[in-house]
């Protein structure tokens, strides 16, 4: 049923309910100008459009967010989508209103041909708005929120992409920033876009299992109130249950059944004084058993968004697992809404807050997408820097590092200096030398022997090292100390590869094709693409396809003519104008629908499928005569098997929990080869059976969840 959207006066209601201060004419004032611009405009829905600047508006008035930024949700749209400019913003509500709306819109104005450079520079835009004035960002996550909330008038297709943008981008952010539980509804409703019969499975479930904890957990909180009472500590408790999508994924990727997940739900208990937490904790655990290892004080070591609070699980009288969080309500507020709860902007000037030391990781992703030339390396740098678990440690004077899980004392070296991390020689953690990989652990004091004869780090500390930080700051080592050699190493291999087409690079870089790689791969010129080729920034393969296709094109009048009589499918392939053609498919790529492909005639063998951007076609000189149109009958689905590498450090259960990993997605192996080498890295080569890409897809983003594993990728 079509909604109309909230009269003035229920607005202006609405805004009253938030307790949130502001001047009455000037919000009326906005809202008749947002009505008057998006007059005659409709959503998907339906609806009038003014709905959805209403609904981001009063989104951010729940955050308790300023005068200024709930204006900015009302006008969100406007220069994107009506006939006003950023000039009369500015005149009509100030420049404040005026910047924040720009901001809003500059960031996804740009389109681009690749996704993953479309997301590379979003992500690049989102951060630049970010150290300029967060308002920005808060009044963009609060508009895909609201998109998030009416996603069921899109299509099909667009609505399953929109809610992997929404996981991939905006819920990374929003955890990061702190704002809990705008990350948690709209990683809930991604989950029930993208998995609806999981999603409402998921639901009975957890309906029928909190129904039976409901007279356990009631005791609990009766009984904790009641000796809190006694102890004159006023407070505020009651049961949280856990988002479905948090739930989802610890069974995904801890490979647990629905029965095996104990905390659905968890106790809260919010108190008036920073000292009373500890009170709390010393009551509960003298009531109920604590659990061994799950005690985390987030009090004293503060995540990186800011949240703090005492974690501890305990064993009810009759054997049930339970969490317990403590925290001030002070606390409390930081943890449901972030950054926008520990707003300064009354004390400081627009963009001083970047400033803050709790803000410095914006500074370094900013540092990233300087030095980060491939889109694709610097959207999986702010991802895992984003969504990461943290470990806390000291170094030899007591101060605390924060890394990534999982880190080596090489992401501890990097973390306190480049020149740390580059002149690395070795480790002592609590006092004892330890191997380079050694995964640190909940407060290690880690000292680092540097030598000034070092000659640099090794390339094989990419294969253990877990930061960003320390990834990024051992390839640019890399690229900018072996600029030369890397210019020749990366044009020696080019020009290799260029033989097997009979071509020079003269030949294969004309203006067009310059222009291409440089839309695709933001190469500025040759030099930098070889020196990218030569230190692994970019791959043969990521630059021979756009050749290929400038080449096709170029040798249309030279090649193979075909009739257009209706073609006939052979192995799930059509090729262009024959019937009957024996097909194979080539072992050196392996190629699986889905996947660009082109034809190629073997003399006596028929036609070889290969994928476009494969680098092994016959070294004959005539080769580019004997190209043929192919394509995927989608008519016929055939199973194709796919081969992929996974590397990580080895543990007891990583073989069994690759594979589970799989099967999760009902994908079964048909080969698998593993070694393990002198430090404990594992490679795994599997081979399994898919339909198409997609299917691909879920299965390597599936096998990089399992825990220890380091890399995933195709063959």
């Known amino acids: 049923m079509i909604q109309p959207p909230l009269s003035l006066d229920q607005y202006l209601g609405e805004l009253e309910k938030m307790n949130v201060p502001f001047d009455r004419e000037r919000i009326k004032k906005a809202y008749l100008f947002a009505s008057d611009a998006h007059e005659g ?142 990350k948690w509804e709209m990683e809930d409703l991604a989950f029930r876009y993208k998995e609806p019969e999981k999603y409402e499975e998921l639901v009975q479930k957890v309906d029928m299992k909190r129904k039976e904890r409901e007279k356990e957990i009631s005791s609990m909180i009766d009984d904790i109130s009641t000796q809190l009472d006694e102890m004159g500590i006023p407070h505020t408790i009651y049961g949280r249950p856990k988002n479905l999508y948090s739930i989802y994924k610890k069974m995904t990727f801890k490979n647990r059944a629905f029965e095996e997940i104990h905390d659905i739900m968890a106790i809260r208990v919010i108190v008036k004084e920073f000292e009373q937490c500890y009170a709390v904790l010393g009551l509960i655990h003298s009531r109920y058993k604590p659990m ?69 990781w914006i500074d370094q992703m900013m540092e990233w997408q300087r030095d980060l030339e491939n889109p694709a390396e610097f959207i999986d740098s702010v991802k895992m820097d984003l969504y990461n678990t943290h470990v806390y440690v000291f170094t030899p004077r007591g101060n605390v590092i924060e890394l990534p899980d999982g880190s080596t004392p090489v992401d501890f070296a990097y973390k306190i200096h480049t020149d740390v991390g580059n002149h690395c020689v070795g480790a002592k953690v609590n006092g004892r030398i330890v191997p380079l990989n050694y995964q640190l652990k909940l407060g290690d004091m880690v000292e680092i022997l540097t030598s000034k004869g070092s000659q640099g780090p090794s390339r094989d500390w990419l294969l253990f090292v877990q930061s960003s930080q320390a990834r990024n700051k051992i390839k640019n080592f890399f690229k900018k100390a072996n600029l030369l050699e890397n210019i020749e190493k990366g044009k020696e291999m080019l020009e290799k590869e260029l033989r097997k087409y009979n071509l020079n690079i003269k030949d294969a870089f004309p203006e067009p094709v310059m222009k291409e790689l440089a839309s695709k791969l933001t190469i500025k010129n040759l030099e930098q693409l070889y020196a990218s080729i030569g230190y692994g920034g970019l791959s043969l393969r990521q630059v021979i396809p756009t050749i290929k296709e400038h080449l096709v094109e170029e040798e249309k009048d030279v090649r193979i003519i075909r009739s257009p009589k209706p073609s006939k499918a052979e192995g799930g392939i059509v090729v262009e104008g024959m019937d009957d053609m024996l097909v194979r498919f080539a072992k050196c790529c392996n190629p699986i629908p889905g996947d660009k492909i082109i034809g190629f005639i073997t003399r006596g063998s028929g036609v070889t499928i290969h994928r476009s951007d494969c680098t092994n076609f016959s070294k004959t000189g005539d080769e580019f005569n004997r190209f043929i149109d192919v394509e995927w009958n989608e008519t016929q689905p055939i199973a194709h098997t796919a081969k992929v590498k996974v590397i990580g450090q080895d543990r007891p259960g990583l073989l069994g929990d690759v594979t589970a990993a799989l099967q999760t997605q009902k994908i079964y192996l048909r080969g698998l080869s593993a070694k393990v080498n002198n430090d404990r890295v594992a490679s795994l080569m599997l081979d399994f059976d898919v339909h198409n890409v997609e299917e691909l897809d879920r299965a390597i983003k599936q096998l990089k969840g399992v825990k220890n594993i380091m890399e995933v990728h195709r063959l």
């Not at 949240?307 to 054997?319: D, E, F």
């Open 292 to 360: 061994p290892g799950r005690f985390k004080d987030y009090i004293a070591m503060p995540k990186p968004n800011m949240y703090q609070s005492l974690h501890t699980t305990v064993l009810s009288s009759i054997g049930q697992s339970f969490e317990v969080q403590i925290r001030t309500e002070e606390m409390h507020q930081v943890a449901e809404y972030g950054v926008a709860a520990h707003w300064k902007y009354k004390a400081k000037q627009r963009g001083e807050i970047a400033k803050d030391t709790d803000f410095n």
């Open 41 to 182: 405009q409709l959503r998907n829905s339906g609806e009038a459009y003014i709905v959805h600047p209403i609904s981001v508006s009063l989104i951010l008035a729940e955050l308790k967010l300023d005068e200024d930024t709930i204006i900015a949700g009302l006008m969100h749209d406007v220069i994107e989508d009506t006939p006003y400019d950023y000039e009369v913003l500015r005149a009509e509500f100030g420049e404040a209103v005026a910047e924040i709306v720009d901001g809003v819109t500059k960031i996804e104005r740009i389109k681009y041909e690749s996704r993953e450079i479309q997301q590379a520079e979003n992500f690049r835009k989102m951060l630049l708005a970010m150290s300029e004035d967060l308002r920005v960002i808060l009044v963009k996550l609060a508009d895909r929120l609201h998109n998030m909330r009416t996603l069921k008038y899109k299509q099909g297709s667009s609505r399953i992409a929109t809610a992997d943008e929404t996981l991939e981008i905006y819920v990374p952010i929003a955890h990061r920033l702190g704002i809990f539980r705008m």
